[in-house]
Structure formats: structure tokens, C-alpha cells
């Protein structure tokens, strides 16, 4: 159960922003959310989290909606490289650090 | 990765066979991870190590053993090798921060 809901693929040309989302409906008060992608062939590798306000990074923006029960990886400049699995994972904030895996968004980039 | 590496790349093996995983880490970190990866599917948790010293079952433990030799290395083993472990093998490490993942083992099972 990995208590987050994505959409199963979606589409972006090249140069453009990106917005992921993803469902958390039963998120705890302590709850992180975290993303990770997924290049072909690659291991996961961590792209931001956040916990209430918005976050942002080199990589990527975090936006988390006010009531904490959905959010949206914010790519804002979409690139080949950039085609990838996104992960959006809930984390619990109680010590542990166990991420459970969805199926993810797979992202594609066209030229 | 530079900071995980995981041994051997890929590997097929007869069902039967029994075979270790290596994973080992330049990072530091204390906690370490084996997941399995199969083919559209998410990764799950097999085992995890929090410290040196302890190991801990993860969502899909059974089938596997592990080893934490050191702060540096955790082993991943098959005693019976099964087609249904057919999959990708990653290792990753942390300590009180984001994960930092392998680039995997690819696993075939005849």
C-alpha cells in the first residue's frame, strides 16, 4: 500500500514546465512527502521533499496544497533528461525512513 | 553511483543456485536497504540494516538472507535460487537523509 496516487504516464515537450501530482487524501500531520525519479536502467535518486509549506530546489519546486493531501512536482523547465519515473512516496516523520514504492508517473519528454 | 556500488551487475543463475549480492558504500551512512524491482512495478523493501549490527525484515523478506559485515557492506543472498526472484537488485544507504541508491543488479532465474 503505497497510500499516494499518481497518474500512470504523462506527456511534455521540451522547454516547458512540468507539473507532476500527486494524491495523499490520508496524510498524518507528521507525514513527509518525498520524490524520487527513476532514470532507465538507474537506481531511484532523491529529488526534494517537504512537509507543509512549498519547497524549492536546484532540481525541482515542491508545491503542497494547504489541507496536505495532495501536492505537485514542479519541473520548471522540462528536459531530455528529465524523462524519467517520478515517485511521489509519503514518509512518516516518527524516526524511520522505510519508503514503500507506488508504480509512479512515467514522464516523457518530446523534442 | 559513486557512493553505492553493487557487485556483480548482472548475473543469471539455474533455479537452485544460490548466490550473494554485494553491496558496499563510501558515504558513511549508517542505514542500508535492499530492494527488489520487478518489470512496471515500484520497488520493495526486502531487508534493511539501521545500524551495523542489526538487520530487520522489510515487505517481501522471505526467500532471502542478509549479512551486514561491516558499516560499509551489506550482502543480499539467494539460498535456493527461484525464477519468481527474478528481478532488479538495488542496495541503497542513508543516515537521516534521502537515500542514495546502486544502479542495481539485474538477476535472471532459469
Known amino acids: 500500500d503505497a497510500k499516494t496516487t499518481q497518474p500512470n504516464s504523462m506527456e511534455s515537450n521540451e522547454e516547458e514546465p512540468v507539473h507532476l501530482p500527486c494524491n495523499h487524501s490520508?496524510?498524518?500531520?507528521?507525514?513527509?512527502i518525498h520524490w524520487y525519479r527513476q532514470l532507465p536502467s538507474q537506481g531511484p535518486e532523491y529529488v526534494i521533499h517537504?512537509?507543509?509549506s512549498n519547497v524549492n530546489n536546484r532540481m525541482a519546486s515542491l508545491a503542497i496544497a494547504e489541507d496536505r493531501k495532495s501536492s505537485t512536482l514542479i519541473l520548471h523547465r522540462a528536459t531530455l533528461r528529465d524523462a524519467a519515473v517520478y515517485y511521489c512516496?509519503?514518509?512518516?516523520?516518527?524516526?524511520?525512513?522505510?519508503?514503500?514504492f507506488g508504480k509512479g508517473t512515467k514522464l516523457s519528454v518530446i523534442p | 553511483n559513486a557512493g553505492v556500488t553493487q557487485t556483480p551487475k548482472f548475473q543469471v543463475l539455474k533455479t537452485g543456485q544460490s548466490m550473494t549480492l554485494q553491496c558496499a558504500q563510501d558515504m558513511n551512512h549508517n542505514s542500508m536497504y535492499w530492494y527488489r524491482q520487478d518489470p512496471g512495478m515500484g520497488l520493495r523493501l526486502i531487508y534493511y540494516?539501521?545500524?551495523?549490527?542489526?538487520?530487520d525484515k522489510g515487505e517481501v523478506p522471505n526467500g532471502y538472507n542478509v549479512s551486514r559485515l561491516n558499516k560499509r557492506e551489506f550482502s543480499l543472498r539467494l539460498e535456493s535460487a527461484a525464477p519468481s526472484q527474478t528481478s532488479v537488485y538495488f542496495c541503497?544507504?542513508?543516515?537521516?537523509?534521502?537515500?542514495?541508491f546502486g544502479d542495481g543488479t539485474r538477476l535472471s532465474i532459469l
Open positions: 512516496i509519503r514518509l512518516s516523520g516518527a524516526g524511520s525512513y522505510q519508503l514503500t
Open positions: 540494516s539501521a545500524s551495523e549490527g542489526t538487520t
Open positions: 517537504g512537509l507543509t
Open positions: 490520508t496524510i498524518s500531520g507528521t507525514d513527509y
Open positions: 541503497a544507504v542513508n543516515h537521516n537523509q534521502p537515500q542514495h
